[in-house]
């Protein structure tokens, strides 16, 4: 059984249109400065809102927001861009 019923894959959560044979979301180009971004790990104690989130660091920081996505919305919809890997 899962721990928690809210960490369960998330797959019900922001159900996007997509396109092509993998119905990926299609997401326009844009053009930000590589020095525009901060850490995930640093966005909660960050006063920074003209800048990108990233999640490119340990497996855990992300952990965080995937297990408990509804506490890091607001702050997530303060920043103007978000970054995160494709797996």
């Given at each position: 059984m899962?721990?928690?019923r809210l960490s369960y894959e998330n797959t019900t959560r922001a159900?996007?249109?997509?396109?092509g044979d993998f119905d990926i979301p299609k997401i326009?180009?844009?053009?930000i400065s590589a020095d525009k971004f901060i850490g995930f790990n640093e966005a909660m104690?960050?006063?920074?809102?003209?800048c990108g989130i990233h999640f490119f660091l340990d497996d855990?920081?992300?952990t965080r927001l995937w297990?408990?996505?509804d506490r890091y919305i607001d702050l997530l919809?303060?920043?103007y861009l978000r970054y995160v890997t494709r797996f």
């Open positions: 899962y721990k928690s159900v996007f249109c997509g396109e326009e180009p844009t053009t104690s960050s006063k920074k809102t003209d855990y920081q992300f297990n408990k996505p919809k303060k920043i």
